[in-house]
């Protein structure tokens, strides 16, 4: 799978995250893709709707992977995020 097919099924799994599972204030966007052997990584990034100057304060996945074989999009532990240094 090339990078432009990787980002559509990103903006796709993306658009909807931010459809079924809104979340007051902000909006996920798709952010730059860092390439595997065997699969493309994203990392979470959002942008903020409003205007505020609080913090926002998230948990949960660090990013989600597209399997390049299959297309297959699935979030990534935090466990499984620090083992990515070891891939590259």
């Known amino acids: 799978m090339d990078r432009e097919k990787a980002i559509d099924i990103a903006r796709e799994h993306i658009l909807s995250m931010n459809r079924e599972n809104p979340v007051e204030g902000i909006k996920w966007k798709v952010s730059i893709p ?3 052997s065997s699969f493309w990584y994203f990392d979470y990034e ?3 709707t409003t205007e505020s100057d609080e913090s926002i304060m998230m948990s949960g996945a660090p990013g989600f992977k597209i399997g390049k074989e299959d297309s297959t999009c699935s979030d990534l532990s935090w466990s499984q995020y620090h083992e990515l240094a070891k891939e590259k």
């Open 34 to 36: 860092k390439e595997f």
């Open 46 to 48: 959002f942008e903020r």
